[in-house]
């Protein structure tokens, strides 16, 4: 007489194993996620590359007066909030003469206009944030020699990282455990060229009173 098979237990399975394989990969696969996240909050917390100067502008005549625009810009590639200095935050301008003496190739002459202060209605620029602080500038007398404008933008920030070292300043935390900080200035520099525009003379015949 045939007699009835016991049931099949769960434990039984021919590979017991794949259960604590998937949950396995699912907790390998949450661990990676969390170091790439831990990564990235580090990089833009500590001293990597976080801002991005930009700056152009454009030179015109009126009257017998020259002016420069510039339009200066930063932008917070970081992933926090990034300080601006205004000590040692400006745009250096420099007129770029020709050198008429020269019969080989030379670099122009360069005369030192001045440093206006740029941002300074910014203390800080938020992650992911560009910001603008378009100039108007009137320049020098322009002579013969003259061929353009240098106008170097020159951004300092502040930075601070999480360090283990016994010659930085420390402090304690509200659980009482001790942190210490590292601070330092950082300054990113942007550049560009403007060439004098020649003024638009009016036509023969026109804004002229007869």
Known sequence: MLQALPPVSPT???HPWLPIADFVAKVAIALVGAVW???NYVRGRTFYRRLEPKISGEIFAVDDAWFISIDPSVKNVGLSRALIIQ???WIELLVLQRDGT???????IEVALGKPPVFEKHGWVEAGEEIHDVRLVQLPEKTTEDVAVRANLRVVSKELAWV???DVSSDRDDSGELKIIRERRLEWN????????RPVLPEAG????P
């Open 12 to 14: 039984s399975s021919p």
């Open 37 to 39: 996240a831990w990564i």
């Open 87 to 89: 000590e040692g935050t």
């Open 102 to 108: 020269t019969k080989h190739v030379a670099e122009p």
């Open 164 to 166: 283990w070292k016994e």
């Open 190 to 197: 942007a550049g560009c060229v403007v060439m004098f525009q």
């Open 206 to 209: 026109k804004g002229v009173a």
